[in-house]
């Protein structure tokens, strides 16, 4: 656990939304190379990391997890020196007012801003809401050309700018958990595989602009042409009331995602995974979701290709500090291993009926 919570901090530290994944591809290409025979990329920056069976006739696994966060890309500098910005993903307007984001620029250097907030003393009874498109980052320039000099021209990014915390033994905060959990279960996967020999070849996948419609997710279904697909993605928890039937409780395990708008999870894939957790006392809980994930583009791509999200659930995802619980992130690895572990041919064979 301690190991996974490392690689948690190390992850969610990066900066990295639609179109900017670098950061987080470069970590994943040097930690995931000692325990795979090849990394490729994609053109669009895809990483794939590749375990070989010696079976050339060997059926193929994927597991995907993509490693954009939500953002802002920089479109316009004012002449006060204020930034002008798009959002690359879905935020809601009420969580930006005075948070602070970090900017990089095309070179990796990295500033600091604030979405300003106008004081209440200047807010009148009838002040509506800020829209997105009405607001500005100050990043403590006084001019566009002082901002130029920086080397901030339009097309930087900008994500949150927050610290990974540890709240207890078990609760994590911190920005990004969608989708560096995907991250973290790969490479603690293939470190924990290093040494068994699978009947399948294992790829898994860092794919890019998930948060902008699932894009890098078509090109890796097309690149692999996997035989199953699991896509592991952080969902939002819906458990702040203390009901106890809220869709998503944290420290309830996994998602067993039932369908969202992208996807409905095949009976005879949900069952296998289902029954795999209740044989070993993993613990589960349904989840549906108004949402998508990269598994809304894999799993209709060529023929078809039988693909589950195993997710976990995070709070106040898609905001500067979301929250999780790792007792979820260590079953959904647990199930994964079950999963990979009943893979064979009779197994393939009955998740395509």
């Given at each position: 656990m301690e190991n996974s919570i490392k690689i948690f901090k190390e992850l969610t530290d990066l900066d990295a939304t639609s179109g900017f994944e670098s950061e987080v591809a470069n970590y994943l290409i040097e930690n995931l190379s000692p325990y795979v025979d090849r990394i490729e990329r994609d053109n669009l920056g895809g990483v794939y990391a590749y375990k070989d069976s010696k079976n050339p006739k060997s059926?193929?696994?994927?597991?995907?997890?993509?490693?954009?966060?939500?953002?802002?890309?920089?479109?316009?500098?004012l002449s006060n020196g204020f930034l002008k910005f798009e959002p690359l993903g879905g935020f809601r307007e009420d969580v930006l007012l005075s948070q602070k984001f970090t900017i990089t620029n095309y070179h990796?250097?990295?500033?600091?801003?604030?979405?300003?907030?106008?004081?209440?003393?200047?807010?009148?009874?009838?002040?509506?809401?800020?829209?997105?498109?009405?607001?500005?980052?100050?990043?403590?320039?006084?001019?566009?050309?002082?901002?130029?000099?920086?080397?901030?021209?339009e097309g930087a990014f900008a994500t949150p700018r927050t610290e990974f915390e540890r709240l207890s033994q078990y609760r994590l905060m911190a920005k990004a958990f969608d989708n560096r959990y995907g991250c973290v279960m790969i490479v603690d996967l293939l470190k924990e595989l290093n040494n068994i020999e699978l009947d399948f070849n294992l790829v898994v996948c860092a794919t890019v602009q998930?948060?902008?419609?699932?894009?890098?997710?078509?090109?890796?279904?097309?690149?692999?042409?996997?035989?199953?697909?699991?896509?592991?993605?952080?969902?939002?928890?819906?458990?702040?009331?203390?009901?106890?039937?809220?869709?998503?409780?944290?420290?309830?395990?996994?998602?067993?995602?039932?369908?969202?708008?992208?996807?409905?999870?095949?009976?005879?894939?949900?069952?296998?995974?289902?029954?795999?957790?209740?044989?070993?006392?993993?613990?589960?809980?349904?989840?549906?979701?108004?949402?998508?994930?990269?598994?809304?583009?894999?799993?209709?791509?060529?023929?078809?290709?039988?693909?589950?999200?195993i997710g976990i659930c995070g709070r106040y995802i898609h905001t500067p500090n979301s929250i999780i619980d790792i007792r979820d992130y260590l079953s959904a690895k647990e199930i994964i291993k079950k999963v990979l572990t009943s893979v064979d041919e009779k197994f393939i064979s009955e998740i395509r009926l």
């Open positions: 059926k193929t696994v994927l597991i995907a997890a993509h490693m954009d966060e939500v953002g802002f890309m920089i479109t316009k500098i990796g250097e990295k500033f600091v801003g604030v979405i300003p907030s106008i004081p209440k003393h200047f807010v009148g009874g009838s002040q509506q809401s800020v829209k997105i498109s009405e607001m500005t980052l100050d990043i403590g320039a006084s001019s566009e050309n002082e901002v130029r000099e920086w080397g901030i021209n998930e948060e902008v419609g699932l894009r890098g997710a078509k090109i890796a279904a097309n690149k692999v042409q996997p035989d199953l697909c699991l896509v592991v993605d952080c969902s939002p928890a819906n458990d702040m009331d203390g009901n106890k039937n809220s869709n998503g409780r944290l420290g309830e395990g996994f998602l067993v995602r039932l369908m969202d708008r992208t996807m409905v999870l095949r009976a005879n894939l949900r069952e296998k995974i289902v029954s795999l957790a209740k044989d070993n006392n993993i613990k589960y809980q349904y989840f549906t979701s108004p949402g998508g994930t990269d598994g809304g583009e894999i799993h209709k791509s060529l023929l078809g290709i039988p693909t589950a999200v």
